[in-house]
């Protein structure tokens, strides 16, 4: 089994910082992609940033020089690091990855279980 567990969200006010992180844990043979999505009340989820092995990122146009994703690849956690924050920020944010499980021969895609960020005053 694999989970990944978000943490770090909470309300804060426009203009401020957050940052998330996210553990992967369980029978994980390597780690190829991690990020986070995003999904606020009556829209669809979206992309946010992603992180490959290689550390090259990419990033949605919404979080382009506000947000920065990294990861800790040893402790197998991602971390997005959220500065400026707006209200329309406001969402679920959830933590993805594609995972390759111990004696599996193919990757799978896993997500968390979802943090609420609050921007508001």
């Known amino acids: 089994q694999v989970q990944l567990v978000e943490s770090g969200g909470g309300l804060v006010q426009p203009g401020g910082s957050l940052r998330l992180s996210c553990v992967a844990s369980?029978?994980?043979?390597?780690?190829?992609?991690m990020g986070w999505y995003r999904q606020a009340p009556g829209k669809q989820r979206e992309l946010v940033a992603t992180i490959v092995s290689d550390d090259s990122t990419h990033y949605a146009d919404s979080g382009t020089g506000r947000f920065a994703i990294s990861r800790d690849n040893a402790k197998k956690t991602v971390f997005l690091q959220m500065n400026s924050l707006k209200p329309e920020d406001t969402a679920v944010y959830y933590c993805?990855?594609?995972?390759?499980?111990?004696?599996?021969?193919?990757?799978?895609?896993?997500w968390g279980q979802g943090t609420q960020v609050t921007v508001s005053s």
């Open positions: 993805y990855a594609v995972i390759r499980r111990a004696a599996t021969t193919t990757p799978s895609a896993y």
């Open positions: 369980g029978s994980i043979l390597s780690i190829y992609v």
